[in-house]
């Protein structure tokens, strides 16, 4: 059963557009991450929020930027892609930033292409 | 410095056999090792994990091996089945968490 909602799942674009993606999460849990899965299916780390509260900024270029309403929410947005923006976006919760038990759970991911 | 290193990148098998996916590690303060099998077109989810507390954890056909003092484990599948075809990653956590680069296991039937 998906507790971890992302939209869209899929978006196709061109250079220099904005890009926006949601997550919400029904699980209760404290922290929420945005994952970038390559081609090589390689998952790296953007960001990490606890409580609202940024705890991970992985050095990322500056167009991306995340936001948090709440500690079941958290956003997105690509202000100008580039064509190396194309991946997997995963939206993952947890609880205390992993370290009780370390089990991340997945949203279904949002498939970014940059034309 | 990669704070969790997966070997082999890759690894085919045949049905029934054993599989073995190893994992090594840096930070010393990590206290959980999940692993996290993907499937084509599907989110990662948790397989199986272990604390250092233990050296070995057992599921059913997956078992994980841990040395502490090498700063290694290993995932074992035993009996491998054709639906055992995944991406497998390690990863440790303290505070944060790290995954390696990940295992493509094929199981031919």
């Known amino acids: 059963e998906t507790a971890v909602f992302q939209t869209p799942n899929y978006h196709v674009t061109q250079v220099g557009n904005e890009v926006s993606f949601n997550c919400k999460q029904t699980?209760?849990?404290?922290?929420m991450y945005w994952y970038k899965q390559d081609s090589k299916k390689l998952l790296k780390i953007m960001f990490s929020y606890n409580n609202k509260q940024l705890i991970v900024n992985e050095t990322v270029p500056r167009r991306f930027s995340p936001q948090s309403s709440d500690k079941a929410h958290l956003n997105l947005r690509i202000k100008s892609v580039e064509p190396e923006d194309s991946a997997v976006y995963l939206c993952a919760s947890s609880f205390l930033g992993g370290r009780a038990t370390g089990q991340l759970y997945f949203g279904e991911g949002s498939k970014l292409t940059v034309l | 410095q990669q704070q969790v290193r997966q070997s082999p990148q890759s690894l085919t098998v045949w049905e029934g056999e054993t599989a073995i996916l190893n994992c090594s590690y840096e930070?010393?303060?990590?206290?959980?090792f999940p692993w996290y099998w993907q499937f084509p077109r599907e989110s990662p989810a948790l397989l199986i994990a272990i604390r250092p507390v233990s050296n070995k954890k057992e599921d059913g056909r997956f078992t994980i091996f841990f040395n502490k003092r090498e700063k290694k484990l290993s995932l074992h599948i035993t009996d491998s089945q054709p639906g055992d075809s995944a991406t497998y990653f390690c990863?440790?956590?303290?505070?944060?968490?790290?995954f390696g680069d990940g295992t493509q296991l094929v199981v031919k039937p």
């Open positions: 930070d010393s303060t990590f206290d959980y």
């Open positions: 990863a440790a956590s303290n505070n944060r968490i790290f």
């Open positions: 699980l209760g849990h404290d922290t």
